[in-house]
C-alpha cells in the first residue's frame, strides 16, 4: 500500500509502522474504562471487534507485526479490552506524526460464555460507543465463509444507533476454494450496504496470504491522516471580531 501524504509532499506516504504497537493496557471493568474514555475524549486511532473466531488478533498481528495480539485458542476467552499505541512510518522511516491508538475489542457471540460475561460485554461496548472519540475508525471482522451471521446482524443492531467511521472486513477470503464460494459472498456486498447504512466501505482480506490487507491498511491510514487534517483546521485561530 503507498497512501498519499495529504499532510505534505505527493512524493511522500505513509504506513503502519510495523511493531511499533506498543500494549498500554487491560480492562475489563465497565467503570474503569467510563473513566479513562472520558480522560480520552480526543484520541485517534481504530478498533477491531468481530464475532469469536473470525480471526481478529491474526489481522491484527498482520497489520501491526506478529505477537501484537495474543492468539487464543479458546474463542470468547479473551474479554478484556486491550488498548495499544502505535506509531505511522514515512517512506519506511519514522515520522515525527503523533502516536495514535489501537483498540482490540473481545469477540461477541460466543455461545459459551457466561450471562455474567456476556453482560459485562455490553456494559463495555455501552461504554465504548457513548464515549468514544469521533476520531476512532471501528474495523468490524466477518467471517467469509460465514457472512452476516446472527451475532453480526445483532452487532449491527446495536451499531446502527451510534455515528461511526466504520469498514467491515471479511477475513479468511484464502479459505473459499471455488469461484463460486466467492461469486455468493460478492453477490452479497449489494444487500448488505443496504443493510449496512453505516458502512463507508467492505474489503475482503486474509491474515495469512495477506491478500486485501494492502486496501485495509490503506483505509486505516486515510482516516488517520484525515483526523489529523481535522484536528489541524480546528486549532485555526478565528480572527477576532
Given at each position: ?18 511493531h ?17 474514555l ?11 471487534v ?9 489481522i491484527i ?64 461496548m455501552?461504554s ?30 446495536f451499531?446502527k ?8 472486513v ?72
Amino acid at each position: 500500500m503507498r497512501l498519499i501524504n495529504k499532510l505534505g509532499s505527493k512524493s511522500m506516504s505513509y504506513l503502519i509502522k510495523p511493531h511499533s504497537a506498543e500494549f498500554k493496557m487491560g480492562i475489563s471493568n465497565p467503570v474503569q474504562f467510563d473513566e479513562w474514555l472520558k480522560a480520552n475524549p480526543d484520541i485517534i486511532g481504530v478498533s477491531f471487534v468481530g464475532r469469536s473466531n473470525v480471526g481478529k488478533s491474526s489481522i491484527i498481528n498482520a497489520l501491526f507485526g506478529s505477537k501484537t495480539a495474543r492468539v487464543s485458542k479458546t474463542p470468547g476467552r479473551t474479554r478484556e479490552i486491550n488498548i495499544f499505541e502505535f506509531e505511522l512510518g514515512l517512506n519506511g522511516k519514522k515520522c515525527d506524526l503523533q502516536k495514535f491508538c489501537m483498540i482490540d475489542l473481545p469477540g461477541y457471540g460466543h455461545a459459551e460464555v457466561s450471562k455474567d460475561m456476556s453482560k459485562n460485554w455490553d456494559q463495555l461496548m455501552g461504554s465504548f460507543f457513548a464515549y468514544l472519540s469521533p476520531g476512532m475508525m471501528l474495523v468490524n471482522l466477518q467471517d467469509a465463509r460465514h457472512p452476516n451471521q446472527d451475532a453480526d446482524k445483532g452487532f449491527h443492531q446495536f451499531l446502527k444507533n451510534y455515528t461511526r467511521n466504520a469498514i467491515l472486513v471479511f477475513n479468511k477470503i484464502d479459505k473459499l476454494k471455488t469461484q463460486k464460494e466467492r461469486a455468493v459472498l460478492e453477490k452479497l456486498k449489494p444487500s448488505l450496504s443496504k443493510e449496512y447504512k453505516w458502512i463507508r466501505q467492505m474489503y475482503f482480506a486474509s491474515a495469512e496470504t495477506k491478500k486485501g490487507l494492502a486496501q485495509v491498511e490503506e483505509a486505516i491510514v486515510a482516516h488517520l491522516l484525515e483526523e489529523l487534517e481535522i484536528r489541524k483546521s480546528d486549532r485555526v485561530e478565528l480572527p477576532d471580531e
